[in-house]
């Protein structure tokens, strides 16, 4: 980032850290591992991860972030799969956890499953991360 960032004008006023599926729970992670990011998207995170919610219920955050948006589609926790059917729960929990930290934090659950519409939601997380 030190290089990315010498082709700035100026330092930036926030960084940011967003991604899709393992890329939005890489996200998440990447928030108790480091200090850099004060804002974070998770569009259709992969939160069914075992172990994962409680990772990130017992592990404080390097710096609490400015504000976090979840995204899920509706049917991503429609599965035989009991791995995977706990993704929706798990969202919504640790939601509700940031929540209760006074996190500017959303939960958008979109109509499909996890492969519908993937660009257009991590549009809107990244859109609504820009907008705070």
Partial sequence: MPEAEKELPGPPAWRGIAGYSLAGLFALYAICQTDVFSRVGCMSGSLWFPGFK??????????????????????????RNPVLKTVQENTEAIHAHFLAQGIDTVFQLNPGNHFVQGIERTVAGIRWLLGR
Avoid: M, N, Q
Avoid at 57 to 79: M, N, Q, V
């Fill in 54 to 79: 409680e990772y990130v219920f017992s592990h404080e955050p390097k710096r609490w972030a400015d504000c976090i948006y979840f995204s899920l589609g509706d049917r991503e926790a429609k599965t």
